[in-house]
């Protein structure tokens, strides 16, 4: 499928599945994986149908979405030695999504050999669309997205305030929550509302696409250990950062060196 074609795929999805239960879900369409992790409906229904399109495309490809990844661990083993595959987020910040919030979206990652090579993040109820191929940039609703200009501190956003270490600490610097959304996140560093992110343990379906999306833009997606974020069980804190040197400054102010 092109491109074009696979955000078409996500945008139909979105259209049919997720965008009419916005707002609209009844008790029985909630579920919770395990306390307080949320499933609707329709992350179920979204992930199956775009799974079911991609392997009808791709039969050989190894399709995984966050929700079949939940109870077969088997497909995340797999991720990294796969020659061909997909990652799904089916509804990205479900919590937002059962809550009434708009901060959510639907994500697809495509990987050759263990490397991102396309993306996709659409955000139905702002109508953005983000595009990423490798080597090609990044699109927002077909517009080619540039480098934006950063001055100053750069503002630090995570979930969780342990993971920003002695930055948490520090008066002095910019720091505030996340969307609690990546889909939502990842966007809003790369045109210029935030320099840089933090999270624990990254899973694949909610940061291999925005990953790509920072490396075409010249930004940096890396481990507080130093290594490059890869797609794969989830390990670690990642930290993005618009630019080689936001990353060193975050990572120092945190004490990444002593974690």
Request: with cysteine.
């Amino acid at each position: 499928m092109t491109t074009e074609e696979i955000l078409e795929l996500l945008n139909d999805v979105a259209a049919r599945v997720i965008i009419p239960r916005f707002r609209a879900l009844t008790a029985g369409e909630i579920d919770e994986k395990t306390p307080g992790n949320y499933v609707t409906i329709a992350d179920r229904e979204a992930e199956l149908a775009i799974a079911e399109r991609l392997r009808s495309v791709y039969p050989d490809a190894l399709v995984v979405g966050e929700e079949a990844a939940f109870t077969n661990s088997g497909l995340m083993a797999a991720l990294p030695e796969a020659p061909h595959a997909f990652v799904i987020d089916p509804v990205d910040g479900t919590r937002n999504f059962v809550n009434g919030n708009p901060d959510h979206a639907v994500m697809v990652a495509e990987l050759k050999a263990g490397e991102v090579v396309r993306g996709w993040i659409v955000q139905p109820e702002y109508e953005e669309s983000y595009v990423v191929e490798r080597g090609a940039g990044v699109t927002r609703n077909g517009e080619l997205l540039r480098p934006v200009p950063r001055t100053g501190l750069p503002r630090v956003e995570s979930s969780s305030k342990r993971d920003l270490g002695a930055l948490a600490h520090r008066a002095d610097w910019p720091i505030g929550r996340t969307r609690f959304c990546c889909g939502i996140d990842y966007p809003r560093l790369l045109t210029g509302d935030v320099e840089a992110l933090v999270y624990r343990n990254p899973k694949p379906w909610d940061h291999a696409a925005g990953a790509l999306m920072m490396t075409e833009l010249g930004a940096v997606a890396r481990l507080l250990d130093g290594t490059t974020y890869a797609p794969g069980r989830p390990h670690g804190v990642l930290l993005s950062a618009a630019s080689e040197d936001a990353w060193h400054a975050v990572a120092d102010a945190i004490g990444a060196g002593s974690r």
